[in-house]
């Protein structure tokens, strides 16, 4: 069995990590003023967000064309690979996993085996790593799975954001009604429910420090209660400054964890809207 490893764009992961763990990414459509792009190949994070400032509508996503998708899919069979483990964002905020399961017959020359990540960012980022390594050590679609739902319920999150609009518009946010809070400046706290896995807010404070302080006390409770070592990544929407000065205080206070920064790029970003930025854990992969 030669096991090749699928994501799609919102892993965010660098050209470096695809290409040295051979991995295979399907690019997600964003759309700007009736405008279709594919996210990191017609267009950049850095693009995206300067768009984004002069558009005269929100933006949306899609999925790609199924048509598409098939072809993707078999072209990796005719390089030899037999099995395709294909991990995907949350199928709680869109529709692609569904569709990926839905379509799994009609591929030929290949078996294609889609993982629900429940997540999405480099969260999914590093699941996909970790696939991909054990693929190349040889390890079985059974072992990869297994390893893969064990990380997943290792992972916390909390994406703080500057203004819920374009979630609810979207209808990601499963507890909009309760939230809706923008004309009073708060700051919606979400996280994705461990029981649902739906985006949910759960908590709202009137300042940008409060929230970061909220996010980092809800981490110190998890990193008190786990046995394993903890991976942490600070996650922003075209706020590197921001992301940077937390990641700068975090890292005197957390010595013991790794600290990454990555980034919201356009398929997520349109939802969360520029300056969101989150904090987000899983048990580190490389320990």
């Not at 048509?67 to 395709?84: A, H, M, R």
Request: proline fraction near 3%; glycine fraction near 6%.
């Amino acid at each position: 069995m030669k096991i090749a490893v699928v994501t799609d764009s919102t892993a965010y992961l660098t050209a470096e990590q695809i290409a040295d763990n051979n991995i295979h990414v399907i690019p997600l459509p964003v759309i700007i003023d009736n405008e279709v792009y594919k996210e990191g190949v017609d267009i950049s994070t850095e693009e995206f967000y300067a768009k984004l400032s002069k558009s005269e509508t929100f933006p949306s996503t899609s999925q790609p064309p199924i048509g598409e998708l098939i072809t993707f899919y078999e072209n990796i069979g005719k390089q030899g690979f037999d099995t395709v483990i294909s991990i995907h964002l949350a199928s709680t905020i869109s529709g692609f996993y569904q569709t990926l399961k839905n379509m799994t017959g009609e591929i030929k020359g290949v078996d294609v085996h889609p993982f629900d990540s429940q997540i999405t960012v480099m969260l999914m980022g590093n699941l996909v790593l970790k696939a991909a390594r054990m693929a190349k050590e040889g390890a079985s679609i059974e072992k990869i799975f297994s390893e893969l739902e064990a990380l997943r319920k290792t992972m916390g999150e909390c994406f703080i954001v500057d203004d819920l609009q374009n979630l609810v518009r979207g209808g990601r946010l499963s507890n909009a009604s309760a939230f809706i809070g923008s004309v009073l400046k708060i700051k919606p706290l979400l996280t994705f429910d461990n029981s649902s896995h739906k985006i949910v807010a759960f908590d709202k404070v009137r300042s940008m420090k409060k929230a970061l302080k909220k996010a980092e006390s809800i981490f110190e409770e998890e990193k008190a209660r786990v046995s394993y070592p903890l991976r942490v990544i600070i996650i922003h929407a075209n706020d590197i400054e921001a992301a940077q000065a937390w990641k700068q205080e975090l890292s005197q206070k957390y010595s013991d964890c790794q600290i990454d920064l990555s980034y919201f790029g356009p398929v997520i970003g349109a939802h969360l809207g520029e300056k969101a930025i989150a904090l987000a854990w899983m048990k580190d992969i490389d320990k």
